[in-house]
Nanobody
Framework: QVQLVESGGGLVQPGGSLRLSCRASRIIFSSYTMGWYRQAPGKQRELVAKITSPENTYYADSVKGRFAISRDNAKNTAYLQMNSLKPEDTAVYYC????????????WGRGAQVTVSS
């Protein structure tokens, strides 16, 4: 019954911007670390960014200075603002929610395609 639904993907030219959104339902959103992962064809899934609070974030070296992760707990939504996009950013982007409690909880969205091409 837990749902993470990504939106905002699409086709953009190099140097352009996109904002991905991830709306969560049936979880206590504020309790979870939210993350964005991506997987390109022929490659393993990799962590792009994660956030627990604005003061506690992580970014992969490949996206530092270009991407920004944020969350709006009142809307149960996480975001990934992607600027200065490069062709190598092309991938399926997945939203993740993680909670290390009595038992670890780990949920995934179905993914959003981002294609950066001229």
């Amino acid at each position: 019954q837990v749902q993470l639904v990504e939106s905002g993907g699409g086709l953009v030219q190099p140097g352009g911007s996109l904002r991905l959104s991830c709306r969560a339902s049936r979880i206590i959103f504020s309790s979870y670390t939210m993350g964005w992962y991506r997987q390109a064809p022929g490659k393993q899934r990799e962590l792009v960014a994660k956030i627990t609070s604005p003061e506690n974030t992580y970014y992969a070296d490949s996206v530092k200075g270009r991407f920004a992760i944020s969350r709006d707990n009142a809307k149960n939504t996480a975001y990934l603002q992607m600027n200065s996009l490069k062709p190598e950013d092309t991938a399926v982007y997945y939203c993740n929610a993680y909670f290390g409690g009595v038992f670890d909880q780990d949920y995934w969205g179905r993914g959003a395609q981002v294609t950066v091409s001229s």
